[in-house]
């Protein structure tokens, strides 16, 4: 079966430096790769997807993904974090007849 | 901007009650989803739809059901409802593509705590 991985429960960084939330998936002909992001007491909004083409996707509020085929990776990233990106951030796959699985959720949080 | 409502965002309910979860979504789509999530093992796919009155189970079915009996309402139903059922609630929805490329968007959430 399909499945995603996000190998960090918590990533922590500082206000102004570059974030990466990792995700590796699981391998299949062409993966349709997405990312959400979820802030407390809400539900997942999403932020970006690779379906094909170039590696580096760009997405919602400055978010950018590497697709890395070699690696079966799919990391998110942004070169300056913020305070108000603090939230649980989900990686997902979609696995066929229109349905996502989805990771298991990091949370990351930004400090002043 | 695509809406999906979930009219109920907290509910109490004993064990044995029975349970609706209603959702609305405002744009069109094809596929309707709810979605269970819990700390540490993210979402799982109960239930979705591809049209209405069809269903297919998902990864964790057992104890839910659900109905759509029309396009835009898919609801989820605790039949009769256990304390290990307490959870927070995602519906979803999305177009249907045979690329399966499509994003799904989800609504604000229902928590249910079974007592």
């Known amino acids: 079966a399909q499945s995603v991985a996000q190998p960090e429960d918590q990533v922590n960084v500082a206000e102004g430096n570059p974030l990466t939330v990792k995700c590796t998936y699981s391998?299949?002909?062409?993966?349709?790769l997405f990312w959400y992001v979820q802030y407390p007491n809400r539900g997942l909004q999403f932020l970006l997807k690779?379906?094909?083409?170039?590696?580096l996707v760009k997405g919602s509020y400055g978010f950018e993904a590497e697709f890395n085929k070699s690696q079966t990776s799919f990391h998110l990233k942004k070169p300056s974090a913020l305070v108000s990106d603090s939230a649980l951030y989900f990686c997902?796959?979609?696995?066929?007849?229109?349905?996502?699985?989805f990771g298991t959720g990091t949370r990351l949080l930004v400090s002043p | 901007d695509v809406k999906v409502t979930q009219s109920s965002r907290y509910l109490v309910k004993r064990t044995g009650e029975k349970v609706f979860l209603e959702c609305v979504q405002d744009?069109?789509?094809?596929?309707m989803f709810w979605y269970r999530q819990d700390p540490g093992l993210g979402l799982r796919l109960i239930y979705f739809?591809?049209?209405?009155?069809?269903?297919e189970k998902g990864d964790i079915p057992e104890g839910y059901s659900v109905s759509r009996e029309k396009k835009e309402r898919f609801s989820l139903i605790l039949e009769s409802a256990s304390t290990n059922q307490t959870s927070m609630y995602l519906c979803?929805?999305?177009?249907?593509?045979?690329?399966?490329?499509?994003?799904?968007?989800f609504g604000e959430g229902s928590w249910l705590t079974v007592v």
């Open positions: 997902a796959q979609n696995t066929g007849f229109q349905k996502l699985v």
């Open positions: 739809s591809y049209d209405v009155k069809m269903k």
């Open positions: 979803a929805s999305s177009l249907f593509s045979g690329t399966h490329g499509m994003a799904i968007y």
């Open positions: 690779y379906i094909t083409g170039d590696n």
């Open positions: 744009m069109d789509h094809e596929n």
């Open positions: 391998v299949s002909g062409n993966p349709y």
